[in-house]
């Protein structure tokens, strides 16, 4: 059954180009790394520039939890904490 997970980020103002830049190369390393990955996508808000939400969509459970056990994740992602203004707001949803 497919995973889905919406993570919504609050970043510090001022920090878009930085947090844009580390999220391109999350995206990119995802997207060549993760063969259980089917969509990771980056979005910013249109209301609010601070406010961005990733939609990440992965086959199964072992493929999430292999998400966020990847170096990748693990070594990139890190980069993000700078940026951000807070804990995300990480939704897990059932594919039907």
Do not use: W
Not at 10 to 15: P, R, W, Y
Not at 18 to 23: D, T
């Amino acid at each position: 059954m497919a995973i889905g997970v919406i993570a919504t980020i609050k970043i510090q103002a001022g920090k878009n180009a930085e947090f844009e830049g580390v999220a391109k190369e999350l995206m990119a390393a995802v997207r060549k790394n993760e063969s259980g990955n089917i969509a990771y996508q980056f979005c910013k808000s249109r209301t609010d520039e601070n406010t961005y939400v990733v939609l990440e969509l992965y086959a199964d459970q072992a493929a999430l939890e292999a998400h966020g056990k990847s170096d990748h994740f693990r070594t990139i992602g890190a980069k993000m904490g700078p940026c951000m203004a807070g804990r995300p707001d990480v939704q897990y949803l059932d594919g039907v």
